[in-house]
């Protein structure tokens, strides 16, 4: 598996972006992002099959995770972007069944490049 993450971008706050993440048919996937200085930090996931979905609490209600496997692609629609969501956005995909939360890095073994998000105010 080679995950290809894209669709971030420079935009001004309370816009939106849809960044995707390519090649991960039957996989589960996470979103993760870094902002300078800090931590890596979850950002939304969704199971291989689309029958469930996990946001962190500071994307709820504006982020949406989803997935076309047809295409091998998930997505994550980005709205009402704010100036704190600027990070570079990572996409990972782990296997199926795991023993590790979705709400952690430890559970994903492929992790892509990363696309820049910048929110300005």
């Known amino acids: 598996v080679q995950l290809q993450a894209s669709g971030g971008g420079l935009v001004q706050a309370g816009a939106s972006l849809r960044l995707s993440c390519t090649d991960s048919?039957?996989?589960?996937v996470g979103w993760f992002r870094q902002a300078p200085g800090k931590e890596r930090e979850f950002v939304a996931a969704?199971?291989?099959?689309?029958?469930?979905?996990y946001y962190a609490d500071s994307v709820k209600g504006r982020f949406t995770i989803s997935r076309d496997n047809a295409k091998n692609t998930v997505y994550l629609q980005m709205n009402n972007l704010k100036p704190e969501d600027t990070a570079v956005y990572y996409c990972?995909?782990?296997?199926?069944?795991?023993?590790?939360?979705?709400?952690?890095?430890?559970?994903?073994?492929?992790w892509g490049q990363g696309t820049l998000v910048t929110v300005s105010s």
């Open positions: 990972a995909a782990g296997p199926k069944n795991s023993g590790e939360s979705y709400y952690t890095g430890n559970r994903y073994n492929v």
């Open positions: 969704i199971r291989w099959d689309g029958r469930g979905t």
């Open positions: 048919d039957r996989y589960s």
